[in-house]
């Protein structure tokens, strides 16, 4: 079974400051997609930041950066200098490469709010 | 251009009503997805098109019926829904699902079905 766990409903964060958020995976496939979606109240589902499985370095976009730990199925996200207009709900996803099914694979959900 | 566009923005429509969703984008992509997204919950997978054939229909009751008339665009045809099936859909499109890249997402409709 593939599933993603997002074990923080809720954070905040004051802006400028640096705010992590977790997420945990779990699949026995060897080779996928991990993204960090963010849906911000204009409901569009924007993608953050993607990276892939068999790839050891760390992805980064700007003031986005992950930690990708396969070993122990960890993806969290890291927004530096946080902004207004970072406040979203922040989903976790993942994809297996090579499946003909597309699925994404979807976490439950950070809800993040920075606060001026 | 690397959007997908989905109207209307909102719907509301009568339990007796007939309306369609569309969805339509100018990327190539040959892979197109519905999913339905209930308040603070992640969106739930309805159906996979994949080079205008559907892929994947995740048991969605036959209320809710796709189409895909060619590859840039992709409808969903709504009939005798119930107030549950109040809910933010949404479309996305990616290069293809063996590609398995990033799917872009639309911004939605919002359905309330009174």
């Known amino acids: 079974a593939q599933t993603v766990t997002q074990s923080q409903p809720e954070m905040s964060v004051q802006e400028a400051e640096t705010v992590t958020l977790s997420c945990t995976y779990d699949?026995?496939?060897?080779?996928?997609?991990l993204f960090w979606y963010k849906q911000p109240p204009s409901r569009q589902m924007i993608l953050v930041i993607r990276?892939?499985?068999?790839?050891?370095q760390n992805a980064t976009e700007n003031r986005f950066s992950v930690n990708f730990q396969k070993a122990a199925k960890s993806f969290s996200l890291k927004i530096s200098d946080s902004q207004l207009g970072d406040t979203a709900m922040y989903f976790c996803?993942?994809?297996?490469?090579?499946?003909?099914?597309?699925?994404?694979?979807f976490g439950r959900g950070t809800q993040l709010t920075v606060w001026p | 251009d690397t959007e997908v566009t989905q109207t209307p923005k909102h719907l509301v429509m009568g339990m007796t009503n007939k309306k369609s969703l569309k969805c339509e984008q100018h990327?190539?992509?040959?892979?197109m997805y519905w999913y339905k997204q209930k308040a603070k919950k992640p969106p739930e997978l309805m159906f996979v098109?994949?080079?205008?054939?559907?892929?994947i229909n995740e048991s969605v009751p036959s209320r809710f019926s796709p189409e895909c008339p060619n590859s840039s665009l992709l409808n969903l045809h709504l009939h005798a829904l119930q107030p549950e099936d109040s809910a933010l859909y949404l479309c996305?499109?990616?290069?293809?699902?063996?590609?398995?890249?990033?799917?872009?997402f639309g911004q939605g409709t919002r359905l309330t079905v009174v």
């Open positions: 990276q892939e499985a068999y790839k050891q």
């Open positions: 996803a993942f994809i297996i490469r090579g499946s003909t099914l597309g699925r994404l694979y």
């Open positions: 996305a499109s990616s290069r293809a699902l063996r590609g398995n890249t990033e799917a872009f």
């Open positions: 098109y994949s080079y205008e054939k559907l892929s």
């Open positions: 990327m190539g992509h040959r892979a």
């Open positions: 699949t026995s496939e060897n080779n996928y997609y």
